[in-house]
């Protein structure tokens, strides 16, 4: 309980500080009853269910989680994932895939591999949030324009197929949604209704609309899910079996990678604004509790949300206690509300999911990272973009991630420098040693940066342009941070080159950490242990003293 201790410690658990925490969970309960709802039909279940995940997971990360003023609970990312899960194997499916994703982020936690995930790039991240923006907001056209069902495996397909189908519109459902859309982002700017949140405005406005005239067609919560049980589920366990496991795993995979790098980077937003400093593996480890325990009780995949933390965070929220209260307030709203959600139109949900679609898509840092990134990132950017829309979500990060890893390879393979030092450079820095001229005879190479398989061809073209073979060769490492077995090894086929070719190799200035690597490979049996010295100068009055040393007859 890394973040009760932390909040115990910054005195945020003192009384004095308890009336605005519970405040600032109450408005984000509030303001993750409509979300929650929406989230849960875009993934293909039920709008309860959504709220059971919220109550869930809001107090499992909040107690055990690394952030103190992180709030979880269904978030628009995983729509595109869970819709497809739910789809496929239905909402049993989806729950052990959430159990199975639950134990995969406890064991990233464990292993403390949450450092880790933090360095996906940018463009890879901008990318599939990006995508999934406007999936989301593509897929709520149905429910937004009132249209028919329609059929696509793939995203264009849908697309196409809802293009064709905006001519049969409902007037009704229409005008009700770009009401709750117009509430949604001007509500709060009126007078007297700053301090409520768009997304409730719309929904209570719209709802009581629909509640009075009760327009045809217009689809409901009611209508299409039979309304929101009053009451919490039994906990309950879903089908579990060998060959469902082995068949749930990509899935699960997919749903624990997704929910390290949103939670992830809601706690690194949350410090930014809170001044805090989350701890990674305990926030991996508390959300993996969260899906853990969400399933049990008829709940799904959760993670940090960064707009309820951020709200949490804007309204007073600093410790687990926010995070708490938030779940508290959903609990009591289903016990208490529940029947009135019967008449909550699905446009208005519809109308919240556009809002949210954009918010991820965060097409202004999109333009400008196309606009100013490097071309090769925008490369990343755009790919990863587009596998998200018209492939798949894991695919796209996974092809993201893999290119990206390709590209800073590339960056440091050409960062490295093998130079050969003479001249004045030389002799500029002998006598700033107090050391004389180098020994004839005698060539100096330098290497700067980490000597690794994507450099190991650099290095070694760099000595193969030696013309004429010197009788010693003397290489620097003192800047060479790491090594590793293709480098070592590049080194260790060079000087047997160098030595059959009558060259003597010495190697001087090496790190700890770099000496040990090569001592255990065998290049240092390979020159002769006499051949590595310590410092430059010392290997430089090695070179003299084999140079003034009397031929053998």
């Not at 949490?312 to 709203?333: C, D, E, F, K, Y």
């Not at 029947?339 to 918010?359: G, Y």
């Amino acid at each position: 309980m890394i973040a009760v201790r932390d909040a115990w410690k910054a005195g945020q658990l003192h009384l004095q500080h308890w009336p605005r925490n519970l405040l600032a969970g109450l408005i984000v309960g509030v303001v993750a009853l409509p979300l929650a709802m929406a989230f849960a039909i875009a993934s293909g279940v039920k709008p309860e269910q959504g709220l059971y995940t919220a109550i869930v997971a809001g107090i499992v990360v909040s107690l055990f989680g690394g952030s103190r003023v992180q709030i979880a609970g269904p978030t628009g990312a995983f729509i595109v994932i869970l819709a497809g899960i739910t789809a496929r194997y239905g909402v049993d499916g989806l729950q052990l895939a959430t159990l199975m994703a639950g134990v995969i982020l406890l064991l990233l936690g464990v292993s403390r591999l949450g450092s880790v995930i933090k360095y996906i790039p940018d463009p890879v991240i901008v990318g599939f949030t990006a995508g999934i923006g406007v999936i989301i907001w593509v897929g709520q056209w149905k429910d937004f324009f009132g249209l028919p069902a329609v059929n696509g495996e793939h995203f264009h397909q849908k697309l196409w197929h809802l293009l064709q189908a905006l001519p049969q519109l409902h007037l009704a459902t229409t005008l009700l949604a770009l009401l709750s859309l117009a509430l949604v982002l001007y509500g709060p700017r009126l007078r007297g209704l700053s301090r409520l949140p768009g997304p409730l405005l719309a929904m209570v406005v719209v709802s009581l609309l629909q509640a009075l005239f009760h327009f045809d067609g217009v689809a409901t919560i009611g209508s299409a899910f039979g309304g929101i049980p009053r009451g919490l589920p039994a906990p309950s366990l879903p089908e579990i079996s060998l060959p469902r496991v082995l068949e749930l795993i990509g899935p699960a995979f997919a749903i624990a990678m997704l929910g390290a790098i949103e939670s992830l980077l809601s706690a690194v937003v949350a410090d930014g604004m809170a001044g805090t400093r989350h701890d990674s593996n305990q926030e991996l480890i508390g959300q993996g509790l969260a899906n853990l325990l969400a399933p049990l009780f008829g709940g799904f995949a959760a993670t940090g949300a960064i707009a309820r933390t951020a709200t949490n965070i804007r309204n007073g929220g600093s410790s687990p206690l926010a995070g708490i209260a938030h779940s508290l307030t959903l609990v009591l709203i289903i016990l208490f509300l529940a029947p009135l959600a019967s008449s909550i139109p699905l446009c208005a949900l519809a109308a919240i999911l556009f809002v949210v679609a954009w918010n991820m898509s965060e097409a202004k840092h999109f333009v400008r990272m196309v606009r100013r990134a490097p071309r090769a990132d925008v490369t990343i950017l755009l790919i990863t973009f587009g596998l998200t829309v018209f492939s798949d979500l894991v695919i796209a990060v996974n092809i993201g991630v893999i290119l990206a890893m390709l590209l800073f390879m590339r960056r440091m393979a050409s960062a490295v420098e093998v130079q050969q030092i003479g001249g004045a450079e030389l002799e500029d820095e002998l006598r700033g040693k107090g050391l004389g001229t180098p020994p004839p005879g005698v060539l100096v190479y330098t290497i700067e940066g980490p000597l690794f398989f994507g450099a190991a061809e650099t290095f070694e073209r760099a000595l193969a342009q030696t013309h004429s073979d010197p009788r010693l060769l003397v290489i620097r490492l003192k800047r060479v941070p790491f090594m590793d077995i293709t480098g070592m090894q590049t080194l260790e086929e060079v000087i047997q080159q160098l030595h059959k070719r009558g060259v003597t190799v010495k190697l001087c200035e090496a790190g700890k950490r770099v000496l040990a690597k090569l001592s255990k490979a065998g290049v240092i049996e390979t020159i002769g242990a006499h051949n590595y010295h310590a410092d430059f100068a010392s290997a430089l009055a090695a070179c003299g003293e084999r140079e003034a040393a009397p031929a053998a007859p």
